[in-house]
């Protein structure tokens, strides 16, 4: 009885060491990926393709679009001008007024404010660049992208709070084109996150037809890296590919969910969100598989950069149901979604740091 009991709380005692044991090398490992990429930004020379900026997150810029001097330290040609800096920094501005292709005061990692938030009325008071409705355009040059920041919503004031001050502060050094749309459910039915993205990305074309892509962003992630660029993707972007609460690692290969990036036209191509997805779960995957079907693929920026820390809340009621809708969804692309999207605007307003839209959603017809 003795022995066995001693047995027992050796077992445990060795399991116990090696989850820390696991705890610490993944912690560890996360670590060292960022600490061998210190790169903020560099353009690539002829030649440099193999070998020393491979990770580097601009790789697929193409060199045609500029060229490079070393003696000259800028270069003026007849599209673009190349401004090398000491370092590593390099910015590429063009001769018609257009932002640099990469955003010059960038930091690369920087510490995410998640204490001390102000409220409302003193945050707006420290963005007085924003124009009603939350939207913002770099005031010395065109911005190369025009981008409406979707975020569904209900109830959780202290987490948009810190979103709407991290992202702002993140979103102007990037020298993006923006709008904040912040689109609430109203009522007590079930959290409908995809149908909410549907109303937001249909509102704020009707608002700014000019909008060239949207960037669907849950509230409670906030991005820590800079060089994590909110612009329109090529193919739809995953974007919070490592999250602290997950220890910086993709849980799976497909996930579309928490940040995530779509043209307008790729977001039109897939008929948008399913609008069945009732509570937790469900909807992304969704997405993924109707990504897939139309030939579009899910690209991400490196680990190391798009990294975000995730705000502490309780977990949400999972969807009963979402596996149904899941594997059926397939033969619904086409009638299920933005054709389909019904809804009632409770309230429309053009707040100093945000659009807000309250919305009651309608249970449709699978
Ligand atoms: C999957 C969910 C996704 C969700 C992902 C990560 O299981 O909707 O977990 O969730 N799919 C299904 O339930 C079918 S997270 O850990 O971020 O809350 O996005």
Redesign the pocket.
């Known amino acids: 009885m003795g022995r066995s009991y001693l047995t027992v709380r050796a077992l445990v005692l060795i399991v116990t060491l090696l989850v820390i044991i696991e705890y610490f090398s993944l912690m560890q490992s996360a670590e060292n990926a960022d600490k061998k990429a210190p790169i903020v930004f560099r353009i690539l020379e002829d030649g440099d393709r193999e070998g020393r900026y491979s990770r580097h997150v601009l790789q697929a810029l193409d060199s045609s679009l500029y060229s490079y001097s070393p003696k000259q330290h800028s270069l003026v040609t007849d599209r673009v001008t190349l401004v090398t800096r000491p370092g590593n920094g390099a910015s590429v501005t063009n001769t018609s007024g257009q932002c640099p292709l990469i955003p010059p005061s960038l930091h690369g990692r920087f510490p995410v404010q998640v204490t001390d938030i102000p409220e409302m009325d003193a945050m707006a008071s420290m963005f007085p660049q924003l124009q009603p409705g939350g939207r913002w355009s770099p005031p010395d040059c065109k911005a190369r992208h025009k981008v409406a920041i979707i975020v569904p919503y209900r109830d959780r004031e202290p987490h948009l709070r810190a979103f709407l001050l991290n992202i702002h502060t993140f979103l102007q050094k990037q020298q993006i084109e923006y709008g904040v749309y912040i689109v609430e459910q109203d009522g007590n039915q079930p959290f409908n996150r995809a149908m909410l993205m549907n109303v937001g990305a249909a509102e704020a074309v009707k608002q700014h037809p000019d909008y060239q892509c949207y960037i669907f962003h849950d509230v409670d992630l906030l991005p820590e890296d800079d060089r994590n660029l909110y612009t329109c993707p090529i193919q739809p972007r995953h974007m919070s590919v490592s999250i602290d609460s997950f220890l910086y690692r993709l849980?799976y290969d497909d996930?579309f969910?928490?940040v995530s990036a779509m043209t307008v036209d790729q977001f039109k191509a897939v008929n948008g969100f399913s609008n069945l997805f009732w509570g937790w779960?469900?909807?992304?995957?969704d997405m993924a598989n109707r990504l897939r079907l139309k030939k579009l693929f899910i690209s991400r920026y490196p680990a190391n950069i798009a990294r975000y820390k995730m705000l502490k809340h309780g977990k949400e009621k999972?969807n009963p149901e979402?596996?149904k809708y899941?594997y059926s969804g397939a033969k619904r692309v086409g009638r299920d979604g933005l054709n389909s999207l019904k809804y009632t605007k409770v309230d429309f307003v053009l707040k100093k740091l945000y659009t807000w839209i309250l919305v009651d959603l309608p249970h449709l017809k699978p």
């Open positions: 849980p996930i969910g928490g779960g469900g909807e992304d995957d999972a979402r596996f899941l």
